[in-house]
Nanobody, 121 residues
Framework: QVQVVESGGGLVQAGGSLRLSCAAS????????MGWYRQAPGKQRELVAT???????NYADSVKGRFTISRDNAKNAVYLQMNSLKPEDTAVYYC???????????????WGQGTLVTVSS
């Protein structure tokens, strides 16, 4: 069974930084796109950033220039460096990965349980 697990959330003051990590584990043949999403209280889940296996990135306008997504294919891991954090970045952050589990040749979408990021003003 494949799972992804996030870490690195916490409480930080506005203007501060946090780095989120996510690692996929299990019987994995391949991982395609990986990404981060977030859900603030009372709001729908929204895309934060995605990265392809080859390193092509995509960011929400609200985080461009402040957040950086990266990945380590050898470790089946994805990271989110968050700088210049704002109170409106407060949310539960979820890791997402398009995983091809063994012995399948089909990609499935796997979500983590989420990690809470709280930015105080």
């Amino acid at each position: 069974q494949v799972q992804v697990v996030e870490s690195g959330g916490g409480l930080v003051q506005a203007g501060g930084s946090l780095r989120l990590s996510c690692a996929a584990s299990g019987n994995i043949r391949s991982i395609n796109a990986m990404g981060w999403y977030r859900q603030a209280p009372g709001k729908q889940r929204e895309l934060v950033a995605t990265i392809s296996r080859g390193g092509t990135t995509n960011y929400a306008d609200s985080v461009k220039g402040r957040f950086t997504i990266s990945r380590d294919n050898a470790k089946n891991a994805v990271y989110l460096q968050m700088n210049s954090l704002k109170p409106e970045d407060t949310a539960v952050y979820y890791c997402n990965a398009a995983v091809m589990p063994l012995p399948s040749y089909t990609y499935v979408e796997v979500w983590g349980q989420g990690t809470l990021v709280t930015v105080s003003s």
